[in-house]
């Protein structure tokens, strides 16, 4: 208060001369320097405190706009230095505004008793009648929503985390709500309960309601015309624009919402695009994309998942409601028109195409096809790992990472060979040879899960799981041996040895944070033990599993690499790293060959039709060529030659060092 003085006799009359009006002129508290030359036509009612108008806003076209407040109905309202307020329609009540902030015809802005402002805010995800509740905040995390909606069978775990939220929740709320400094809010609606942070732009809103706008200066916020959004909160860095409708949705950091895209009770995390389609009570993961106006993603989880036009999924079969959900691992895609019936789980980085109604699980069988044939789903493992587009979808991701907030909520691992997709391939492995085994190796069709699985498909399927597993296995082996000199094989056995017991076991996938199931139990029984009773530190145990992934990677790899090449901990020599790298190099050459001839289908001439308007196959070439350029210049094509002669000498090198022992 001591910031503020009361308006003087002089400063009052100036006031009402410029047609303002108070119902009680000593309520109104203003800034030391105040002065009303700046305020006409406005009306004040309750406790009002004003700053400083003395600087200008520039706005777009060159037009100049002084500080100050105009043609408005403030009640109950704090407003900071150098604001511009003009043309409400109706009133602005119960808010506080940042400095240097610019509002202009708008309808209403008003905080209606004490709200949460979308914290605490359940979203019915996954099964649109209730049961897998995730309650929204403003720290809310992929991965404590993945514990919260599918660990339902530890109630004790689920009820100390709502009580954590709720403490949260209740700690945010407020009778009053807040719009940040340097915001712009023009040509809005209704705003009710909505608190703005830093830097937001909010322009031709329609509703926003109940929720939270979590803008900062270094991760600004867009909300654009037509968008109406209730019980509701927005991360940093998101843009949600032209039409977007979201009911009871939680939009994570960097995602991008337009087009008329439609939501209810769905959760998008970080760096989501999400156009023209539609989505109900999904999980959608970071890096889950839609484009499409006739897409619809129905109570699915996803990740890394790009979702083609036309694709749907049905979460009931008319018998007890939506009850069906169900998941698509990390990077599957779906093609044009796909369909699946939930419930059904498709493993990780497969392809689905066409329509699917006998609820697949391929879970263990990843880098798949999933075929539909004459009603028949054909599956053909581990053949996405020579394609082209899946080395791309990986680097691509994060080089398409628009985070920019230094806080970042989603803890995301890029890595397309892990211990989850290992452990995996080698399950797939184990269970392509055992039905050649029980099935006999001639059989021409072999059935898995509800889908088919050729002979020569299941065969192949095996070469490149073994494939993929060698190569993870050497790139961990030369990592840890990395630029050392070794005098004997006893010193290569004591850098061998894993610097931690955590990572033994099974690995989980939990929405991006790729982690040893060991280390989210732990953090499950700490929150239920209570131990961990903020959302604060919770995000620190996440954030501390990723920074040490590769401790954790190595120890995992270290025991696989024993089973796998039958080897004896106490008894390894430099002969068998050597045998190791050389099974490396060979799959690393492998797979990028096969990369590089399905790249090369991209430029036949089959590729090329469609190119050259009217002329010959000549001219064909030469426009083929000056739209998509040559084969052998080609960026990604260059990147692949280039990668297995780095790989080569890379084992070389590790070789080399080691000669004198072998």
């Known amino acids: 208060m001591s910031d503020y003085r009361q308006l003087t006799a002089a400063e009052i009359d100036c006031l009402q001369r410029q047609n303002c009006t108070a119902d009680d002129w000593s309520n109104i508290r203003v800034a030391e320097r105040f002065s009303p030359e700046y305020i006409h036509h406005v009306r004040f009612s309750g406790p009002i405190r004003l700053g400083v108008f003395e600087k200008d806003f520039q706005l777009c076209g060159g037009v100049s706009r002084h500080s100050g407040i105009s043609y408005a109905n403030l009640h109950h309202v704090e407003v900071g230095d150098n604001c511009c307020i003009e043309h409400i329609k109706n009133y602005i009540a119960n808010y506080r505004i940042g400095e240097c902030t610019f509002i202009d015809n708008v309808d209403i802005i008003l905080t209606d008793g004490k709200s949460c402002f979308g914290n605490g805010v359940e979203v019915s995800v996954l099964n649109e009648t209730g049961g897998r509740e995730v309650m929204i905040h403003d720290c809310l995390s992929a991965h404590q929503a993945y514990i919260m909606a599918l660990y339902r069978h530890r109630p004790q775990l689920i009820g100390a985390m709502r009580r954590i939220i709720e403490a949260y929740a209740e700690a945010n709320a407020s009778d009053v709500g807040t719009i940040g400094s340097h915001v712009s809010i023009v040509n809005a609606g209704y705003i009710k309960n909505v608190r703005v942070g830093d830097r937001c732009q909010i322009e031709g809103a329609g509703?926003?309601?109940?929720?939270?706008?979590?803008?900062?200066?270094?991760?600004?916020?867009?909300?654009?015309?037509?968008?109406?959004?209730?019980?509701?909160?927005?991360?940093?860095?998101?843009?949600?624009?032209?039409?977007?409708?979201?009911?009871?949705?939680?939009?994570?950091?960097?995602?991008?919402?337009?087009?008329?895209?439609?939501?209810?009770?769905?959760?998008?995390?970080?760096?989501?695009?999400?156009?023209?389609?539609?989505?109900?009570?999904?999980?959608?993961?970071?890096?889950?994309?839609?484009?499409?106006?006739?897409?619809?993603?129905?109570?699915?989880?996803?990740?890394?998942?790009?979702?083609?036009?036309?694709?749907?999924?049905?979460?009931?079969?008319?018998?007890?409601?939506?009850?069906?959900?169900?998941?698509?691992?990390?990077?599957?895609?779906?093609?044009?028109?796909?369909?699946?019936?939930?419930?059904?789980?498709?493993?990780?980085?497969?392809?689905?195409?066409?329509?699917?109604?006998?609820?697949?699980?391929?879970?263990?069988?990843?880098?798949?096809?999933?075929?539909?044939?004459?009603?028949?789903?054909?599956?053909?493992?581990?053949?996405?790992?020579?394609?082209?587009?899946?080395?791309?979808?990986?680097?691509?991701?994060?080089?398409?990472?628009?985070?920019?907030?230094?806080?970042?909520?989603?803890?995301?691992?890029?890595?397309?060979?892990?211990?989850?997709?290992?452990?995996?391939?080698?399950?797939?492995?184990?269970?392509?040879?055992?039905?050649?085994?029980?099935?006999?190796?001639?059989?021409?069709?072999?059935?898995?899960?509800?889908?088919?699985?050729?002979?020569?498909?299941?065969?192949?399927?095996?070469?490149?799981?073994?494939?993929?597993?060698?190569?993870?296995?050497?790139?961990?082996?030369?990592?840890?041996?990395?630029?050392?000199?070794?005098?004997?094989?006893?010193?290569?056995?004591?850098?061998?040895?894993?610097?931690?017991?955590?990572?033994?076991?099974?690995?989980?996938?939990?929405?991006?944070?790729?982690?040893?199931?060991?280390?989210?139990?732990?953090?499950?029984?700490?929150?239920?033990?209570?131990?961990?009773?903020?959302?604060?530190?919770?995000?620190?145990?996440?954030?501390?599993?990723?920074?040490?992934?590769?401790?954790?990677?190595?120890?995992?790899?270290?025991?696989?690499?024993?089973?796998?090449?039958?080897?004896?901990?106490?008894?390894?020599?430099?002969?068998?790293?050597?045998?190791?790298?050389?099974?490396?190099?060979?799959?690393?050459?492998?797979?990028?060959?096969?990369?590089?001839?399905?790249?090369?289908?991209e430029f036949s001439l089959t590729s090329m039709t469609g190119f050259g308007a009217d002329g010959s196959r000549k001219e064909q070439r030469l426009d083929f060529e000056q739209v998509r350029g040559d084969f052998e210049s080609n960026p990604f094509v260059t990147a692949v030659l280039q990668h297995i002669e780095v790989k080569t000498a890379l084992g070389n090198e590790l070789i080399d060092r080691l000669g004198h022992l072998l």
């Open 207 to 601: 509703r926003l309601k109940n929720g939270s706008i979590n803008s900062n200066e270094a991760a600004p916020v867009h909300v654009g015309y037509g968008v109406v959004c209730d019980d509701f909160i927005i991360s940093s860095g998101s843009h949600v624009e032209d039409g977007t409708t979201l009911t009871r949705c939680f939009v994570g950091q960097a995602c991008h919402l337009g087009h008329n895209y439609s939501a209810s009770d769905s959760l998008f995390f970080s760096n989501c695009q999400e156009e023209n389609g539609e989505a109900c009570a999904i999980f959608a993961g970071p890096f889950t994309v839609t484009h499409h106006k006739s897409t619809l993603l129905i109570a699915g989880m996803f990740s890394f998942m790009n979702a083609g036009s036309g694709s749907n999924q049905s979460n009931h079969m008319y018998k007890l409601g939506p009850i069906h959900q169900g998941a698509l691992e990390r990077g599957a895609k779906t093609t044009s028109d796909s369909y699946l019936l939930w419930p059904a789980r498709i493993g990780a980085f497969s392809l689905v195409m066409g329509r699917h109604v006998n609820h697949p699980d391929t879970s263990d069988l990843p880098f798949s096809y999933l075929i539909e044939q004459k009603n028949t789903t054909y599956l053909v493992p581990g053949v996405n790992l020579r394609s082209v587009g899946t080395i791309r979808d990986a680097q691509k991701w994060p080089k398409r990472d628009k985070r920019t907030d230094p806080h970042r909520l989603d803890q995301i691992n890029y890595n397309l060979l892990s211990p989850y997709t290992i452990q995996k391939m080698m399950k797939g492995r184990a269970i392509l040879q055992e039905l050649a085994r029980v099935s006999g190796e001639t059989s021409e069709l072999y059935s898995y899960q509800s889908a088919k699985i050729k002979n020569s498909a299941l065969n192949k399927g095996i070469r490149f799981y073994e494939t993929a597993i060698h190569k993870f296995l050497g790139n961990s082996v030369i990592k840890r041996l990395e630029a050392l000199q070794f005098a004997d094989d006893a010193a290569i056995r004591a850098r061998l040895q894993p610097d931690t017991p955590i990572g033994e076991g099974e690995w989980v996938d939990i929405s991006g944070l790729i982690a040893p199931k060991s280390e989210i139990e732990r953090l499950m029984d700490d929150i239920e033990r209570g131990q961990l009773t903020t959302v604060d530190q919770i995000h620190d145990r996440f954030a501390e599993m990723h920074a040490n992934y590769y401790t954790y990677e190595w120890t995992w790899a270290y025991g696989k690499m024993l089973e796998f090449y039958g080897l004896q901990a106490e008894a390894i020599t430099a002969k068998d790293i050597a045998g190791i790298v050389r099974r490396w190099q060979e799959a690393v050459v492998g797979l990028d060959k096969m990369v590089y001839e399905d790249a090369k289908k």
